[in-house]
Every structure is written in C-alpha cells, then in structure tokens.
C-alpha cells in the first residue's frame, strides 16, 4: 500500500468545488523527505514516488512524452485538461490528497488519460473534424465508443471503467463536462468486430461537401455535356499511342 511516510506533505488549496478556477502553475503536488518538489501542477513531469513505499518504483508521469513533435495549442489544451483532471482526482474526491488514493491507482488513470489524449488529436486529423478534447471524448458516447474499441484489452478494460466511475463521482459541477453519456457503454462487453459508430460530426462535414461539389457540378454542367458529346467522334483527343499511361 501507499502511504505518506518518509516524506513531506503536498500543498493545500481551497476552492468551491461548483466554480471553475485555474490550478496555480507552483501548486506542489508532491514533495520528497528533504522538502524537495517532485511534482509541480504547471511542470510536465510529476514523480510520485516518494508517496509510494513498495520497491518497485512508479514510472513519472511524463505530459512531454505524450505528443511527439512540436508543441500545438491544441495538444497544450489537452494536456491541461489531462492534468485539469488528475488535480480533482486528488483534490476534489474523498480518498485523493489525503493518502487514501494510492499512487498507482493515479498511475492509472494517468495511462488511460495519455491514451485518450493520443486518440482526439489523431481523430482531430481526419476528415479534418474541429479540434476534439477530452471533454468531447468523456461526454460522448460514439466517441467514447470509439476509443474503447481502439484499446481494449482486459488490463485497459479495468483501468477505464475505474477511471470513468470516478469522473462520475466528480461530476459535471467540477469537470465541467457530463460524464453520464457515457454510462451506457458497456465496456467490459464490447465486441471487438463491432463497428464503430460513426460521430455526427462526420455526416454533417460530408454533407457540407456535397452541397459544394453538387453546386460545383451544377455550374459546369453545361461545359461537361458538351465535352461528352465530344467524345462521340473517335479521333477526338490524342490517339492510343500518344496517351500517357
């Protein structure tokens, strides 16, 4: 089990719990036994280990590893929600600061929330959807649906479904998000051959480009039937054998 002995204790902040705030950047989430920071909120790697007793030390929790390349405002947007998150886990639940919530249980929900963080910028990037965030993820169900699919293994399964029971208990006066969407997906039970379900977003995006394309066509209508009438007469346009393949 983990424990708070052999080191120092971690700030404390007082907040209504109803209303957003911003987590200060010098917030000390962790302190080791000579009263060292190993965990600052506005820092991108936090080590909890001096809060964890068993031999086998936790990995740090690392935001910079989570994204390959160049910084972006939205993947900045992201890992603030990420750690947004993790702070109310340890703050805003019963169990989280005061010792009950053990470190590799936040290891945890750390490793689910670095993968959901990888899917909505990879989903932001196809069929050139709006930026998608963990709020979008948590807060809808096809999405949610989704990423579950993409991941799922019995060890993932576990670490979900106890990452999604405690959004719940946050709820959305602290998240500012509903989780509850997201409540009837089963996760233990999805099939693997399942078809994703695709989000809305994507329908209404190709119809958006087929009202341009039909308006498009529409306009040149006139010049692509007289082009087909063209092609009636078979010496019209280059010969077979000074067409390039």
Known sequence: EDEL???????????????????????????DENNNVTAMFGENKWDFNPYRLSANKITVFNFDGIFRGDSSPHKNEIITEMKKILFHLMYSKPA??????????????YVVLSKAAKFC??????VSL??????DLFSDERLFT??????QKPAFNKKANALVRSLLFLGESILKFDVTA????????????QTVVIPQR????????????????????????NFLAKLKDPFYGLSYERQKS
């Not at 989280?96 to 929900?109: A, F, K, P, R």
């Not at 989704?146 to 991941?151: E, G, P, Q």
């Not at 480009?209 to 010049?223: G, T, V």
């Open 130 to 135: 709006s930026n998608v965030t963990l709020k």
């Open 146 to 151: 989704a990423f579950v699919l993409k991941h």
């Open 96 to 109: 989280g600061h005061t010792g009950m919530l053990s470190v590799s249980t936040l290891y945890n929900y």
């Open 202 to 225: 994507i329908y209404l995006l190709i119809g958006d480009h087929l009202e341009s394309d039909i308006k498009y066509i529409y306009e040149h209508s006139k010049e692509l039937s």
């Open 5 to 31: 002995i052999g080191a120092v204790a971690p700030d404390l902040l007082t907040f209504s719990k109803s209303k957003e705030f911003d987590v200060p950047h010098d917030f000390v989430l962790c302190r």
């Open 121 to 126: 910028f990879k989903l932001s990037n196809k």
């Open 182 to 193: 997201i409540l009837d997906v089963d996760i233990e039970r999805l099939d693997n051959d």
